[in-house]
DNA sequence: TCTGGGGTCCTAGGACCC
DNA sequence: TCTGGGGTCCTAGGACCC
């Protein structure tokens, strides 16, 4: 049978940081931006397990981390040495299975062909095993005959553990778990769901469809299958290129002044102008992205008609996107808390045409 | 009381084309 | 003077993921 190894590095950045830090194994720790003497507008990325049942969790606002601030070591991000780390973990995953696929900076998964059930087990206790000794990180370790089970039996795995869903037990696996469980389903998904009568999966398969589909429009159908153990037989995800970059900055404090804002979007253009001229790429597409400060949010994007490169001309466009966006009578004189820059339509630029451009 | 920074995917309306 | 049905592309917003 063919089954899928779903590998979730437990509090990855955490455990990526312990491995710098021993001393603070098994101490309450947590990786968090900047704190700003406690006025930081960052959040929590990771809490070590110690730490958890203080309170202290992914997500939660560094100004109220702060105030159990003597508790815990602080550790400020380093997204290179993350990255890095996450890079040696994947060329490991792949030596083991060429299939393997990177699905986001802590997960990967690989199909396996194995005979016997107990051989799903086997499997996941020797790739958790070389990725403990080779590296000295902990993962979790979900072993199914799909994607999005695995996933979600990861998850029940964690921290530390590796669980088996045979074929014929998805359905009853997933039943008693709720909704939320599923990946694809946030809180606007669940808040929809439960107003139809479904706070467990097992409840989607009771809910007449056509009502499920008004709730949740068309991921209804993915919903009942998983609910149903019908899984899809979906060809293994090729390695795709990255579709976007952006770059984003958060400020102290709300920003008023089209000058600094003008600045600001500047910094991000020539920031993103230059990891794109390190992945020689071309972009075409342009957006600017504004939260004000009541947190809500616009975007306005606009293309050129073919690829460009030029970071000067990203900056420009970028501006004058960012006026429109501040003169716009939605702005209600509100002050900018973020400003976003992202560019899309990536296109690979041959190293020829580089020098020539 | 407060809520980052990096992404993907989906939906929907309008312009435009045949 | 009023007009179908098919398609693509662009833009804006939003849900979701780690």
Redesign the pocket.
């Known amino acids: 049978m063919r089954l899928i190894v779903y590998v979730d590095m437990d509090a ?1 950045y955490l455990s990526c940081e312990l491995t710098r830090h021993p001393e603070l194994v098994k101490t309450p720790a947590i990786v968090a ?1 900047d704190p700003k003497e406690g006025k ?4 929590v ?1 990771t809490a070590s397990y110690e730490a958890r049942p203080m309170g202290f969790h ?2 939660m ?4 981390a702060w105030r159990q601030k003597d508790k815990v070591a602080w550790l400020m991000p380093d997204f290179p040495f993350y990255e890095a780390t996450s890079g040696k973990v994947m060329a490991y995953l792949k030596s083991r299975c060429s299939l393997a696929r990177a699905l ?4 990967a998964a690989y199909p396996i062909e194995i005979a016997e059930l107990k051989d799903a087990e086997i499997e996941g206790r020797a790739v958790q095993r070389e990725i403990r000794e080779r590296f000295s990180l902990p993962s979790s370790i979900g072993v199914s005959p799909s994607l999005a089970v695995s ?1 979600v039996a990861s998850d029940k795995a964690k921290p530390g553990g590796v669980v088996v869903v045979a074929p014929k037990d998805v359905s009853s696996f997933l039943a008693v778990l709720p909704v939320r469980a ?9 808040g929809a769901l439960k107003r139809v009568g479904a706070e467990k999966v097992e409840d989607l398969k009771r809910v007449p469809f056509p009502k499920l589909v008004r709730a949740v ?2 991921m209804a159908g993915s919903l009942v299958a998983l609910a149903e153990g019908r899984l899809s037989d979906e060809e293994w995800p090729e390695e ?1 290129p ?9 400020f102290d404090e709300d920003l008023d002044d089209e000058e600094s804002l003008m600045k600001g979007v500047a910094s991000l253009g020539e920031s993103l102008g230059r ?1 794109l001229e390190g992945k020689g790429s071309l972009y ?2 342009v ?1 600017v992205r504004v939260r004000w400060g009541d ?9 050129f008609p073919h690829p460009t490169c030029e970071t000067d001309v990203l900056v420009k466009l970028a501006q004058k996107i960012l006026r429109g966006i501040l003169s716009s009578p939605g702005r209600n004189s509100r002050g900018v ?2 400003l ?1 820059l ?1 560019v899309q ?1 990536l296109h690979p630029q041959d190293p020829a045409q580089r020098t020539l451009l």
């Open positions: 990855f931006h930081g507008r960052g959040v990325l992914s997500a606002p560094v100004k109220e986001s900076i802590d997960e996933k599923l990946p694809g389903v946030g809180p606007v998904t669940e429009g068309s795709l990255p579709k976007s970059m952006g770059a984003m900055v958060t990891s075409r597409t957006t947190l809500s949010a616009v975007q306005r994007s606009q293309s808390r973020t976003g992202t339509g």
